[in-house]
C-alpha cells in the first residue's frame, strides 16, 4: 500500500521518505507503468499540508531528477498554484486534472530523491528545528507564500541559465522547511537564496 499522508509539520527525512515510498510502490506497479503523477503526490503529502506541498516538488526540482526535460515547468506550477491558494485563504489545496496527470518515472523519482537521505538526516538533527517561529507564522507566512509564487514564476526562466535553477530552487526548499518546521533561520537563508536568484536576472542587464 501506498504511504498515508504526511502530517503538517515533519521532518525532512520523513518528508522524503514517503516520497520515496510512493516511487518505489508506483514502480513495482506494472499496470501504471512504473509512472508517479502530481495526482499521487498530493495524495501522499496531504491537501492541507502547505509546508510539505511546497517542499516536495522544489526538493524535486533541486535532486537529480530535476534534470529530467520538462520536469521544471511541472514543479513551477505546482508551486505556483499552491501559494496562489494559499494566499487568497483556501483552506485545502485543489490542482486542475491536466495537472494531476503530468508524472514522473518512478524509479528514477526514487533514486534521484534517495541520495538525499543522508544530508536530510543531517539537516534534521543538527540544522532544524522550531526557532524565530514569528517568521514563518501570521503575516510572514503570507509573504513567504507571495516570494515563493514571484520565484516559481521565474524560475522557468532561470532555469535557461546553466545551473540557474539552483538558486531558486534552494529558495523554494529553504521557505518550505521553515513553513513544515516552523524554523525562522530557513526563512531568512531562503531569503538570501532568493537575492542570488534577483542577481541572475539583473546582472545580463548591467552595463
Same mark, same amino acid.
Given at each position: 500500500m501506498p504511504p498515508a499522508p504526511i502530517p503538517d509539520h515533519f521532518g525532512l527525512e520523513e518528508v522524503l521518505s514517503r516520497v520515496i515510498a510512493l516511487g518505489h510502490h508506483n514502480g513495482e506497479d506494472q499496470a501504471g507503468q512504473g509512472r508517479v503523477t502530481v495526482a499521487n503526490l498530493m495524495d501522499v503529502i496531504g491537501e492541507r499540508s502547505f509546508g510539505p506541498l511546497l517542499l516536495v516538488p522544489s526538493l524535486i526540482a533541486l535532486s537529480p531528477v530535476g534534470a529530467v526535460p520538462g520536469l521544471p515547468a511541472i514543479t513551477s506550477a505546482v508551486i505556483i498554484l499552491i501559494t496562489v491558494q494559499i494566499l487568497v485563504g483556501h483552506p485545502h489545496i485543489w490542482i486542475p486534472a491536466w495537472l494531476g496527470r503530468r508524472s514522473i518515472d518512478a524509479r528514477k523519482l526514487e533514486s534521484g530523491l534517495s541520495r538525499l537521505i543522508p544530508a536530510a538526516r543531517f539537516i534534521d538533527r543538527f540544522l532544524l528545528g522550531?526557532?524565530?517561529?514569528? !517568521?514563518?507564522?501570521?503575516?510572514?507566512?503570507? *509573504?513567504?507564500? !507571495?516570494?515563493?509564487?514571484?520565484?516559481?514564476? *521565474?524560475?522557468?526562466v532561470l532555469e535557461l541559465v546553466p545551473l540557474g535553477g539552483i538558486p531558486p530552487n534552494a529558495a523554494l526548499v529553504a521557505f518550505s522547511l521553515a513553513i513544515t518546521a516552523r524554523d525562522g533561520l530557513w526563512a531568512l537563508l531562503a531569503f538570501t537564496f532568493t537575492l542570488g536568484s534577483v542577481a541572475l536576472l539583473v546582472v545580463p542587464f548591467l552595463p
Open positions: 522550531p526557532r524565530l517561529t514569528w !517568521l514563518t507564522t501570521g503575516p510572514f507566512f503570507f *509573504v513567504i507564500a !507571495l516570494v515563493c509564487l514571484l520565484v516559481g514564476l *521565474v524560475t522557468p
